[in-house]
């Protein structure tokens, strides 16, 4: 999509940008049940995106933390493509909270996999660990599968935190870079030859391939204009690691959230930009920060 400018200033949006598979389909299902019943209850921010949070509370859905979710009986909850833990289906049950269930399919087979993988070593002390962001939802529900037990890990040296006289399981969450991903396994094997550990090691790569694909295409996209504007919500940690990707392709990328952040036009040696964001971003976003550029340098 482009849009010029008497400037000639021509503005291109990624086309590849925009929600992942599994947010279109948790913000299609809670669209499809505001417009029955013109109410719904979501179970923490449908999306990473304040933006479109506020859009669809216009409509209608109502955010609530876990606290809150206890607190409902006989309510309908939309549990986002996050993914949630056993504890929460525990409580709907209990509530008598009927669920709309959104889990992206692929946070589904990994949450099932991980339990099966737990189900089947818990006996034997082996040690399931998680490549992903503590705290992140997402990664919340994988550890809510080994009944708090995975260990989670950020950074390589995290990897301080694993007994190397036990044997070890890896996984990942499913937005995290693939770079990152092969570093935490080059590091374990680093560590079982330095200690010489007689031990087991697995490791699953369980990155979603429509994010990771993202990651060079949006290397492409940054390297082939004068200056990019990434769109995201400051939550989105998904949009902190594509937005770093962007700096790295094209050091003149602005990390902004909504259109009203441009304040200024660009110089004149700019001739063309490009807009792009997180699998957290909406089109309708990028296309407002489009219109902005194309009026701030008309």
């Known amino acids: 999509m482009r849009q010029k400018s008497e400037k000639r200033m021509e503005v291109e949006i990624d086309k590849d940008s925009g929600f992942c598979f599994g ?5 299609e299902s809670a669209e499809k049940e505001l417009r029955q019943t013109g109410t719904l209850y979501c179970l923490g921010d449908i999306v990473h995106n304040s933006l479109e949070v506020e859009r669809l509370q216009r409509l209608g859905l109502q955010t609530v933390n ?13 549990l986002r493509a996050h993914g949630e833990p056993p504890s929460t289906y525990a409580v709907a049950r209990e509530n008598n909270i009927s669920v709309i269930d959104a889990t992206c399919p692929v946070v589904l087979r990994l949450q099932r996999k991980i339990h099966k993988c737990y189900e089947e070593t818990r006996h034997n002390r082996t040690q399931l ?32 935190k694993l007994d190397f006289a036990r044997d070890i399981t890896l996984f990942s969450q499913t937005t995290k870079s693939l770079d990152g991903f092969r570093r935490i396994v080059e590091e374990i094997y680093r560590r079982i030859r330095e ?12 990155i979603c391939r429509q994010v990771a694909n993202r990651l060079p ?5 940054a390297s082939r204009h004068d200056c990019i504007y990434f769109v995201a919500g400051e939550k989105s940690s998904n949009g902190r690691m594509l937005f770093e990707e962007c700096l790295k ?9 909504e259109a009203k952040e441009i304040t200024e036009p660009l110089p004149p040696e700019v001739r063309n930009a490009g807009v792009c964001g997180a699998t957290s971003t909406p089109k ?3 296309e407002e920060v489009a219109a902005r550029i194309c009026k701030m340098n008309n």
């Open 23 to 27: 947010v279109v389909t948790a913000i």
């Open 66 to 78: 876990h606290e809150g979710f206890s607190l409902l009986h006989g309510e309908k909850v939309l």
């Open 129 to 160: 660990v998680i490549y992903g962001k503590r705290g992140h939802a997402e990664v919340n529900g994988l550890v809510g599968q080994t009944e708090g037990t995975a260990i989670v890990i950020e950074k390589p040296d995290d990897l301080d």
């Open 195 to 206: 200690t010489n550990a007689a031990i087991q090691f697995d490791y699953f790569d369980t």
């Open 217 to 221: 295409n949006i290397k492409a996209f």
């Open 249 to 257: 392709a094209n050091p003149r990328s602005v990390f902004i959230s």
């Open 284 to 286: 309708w976003l990028m």
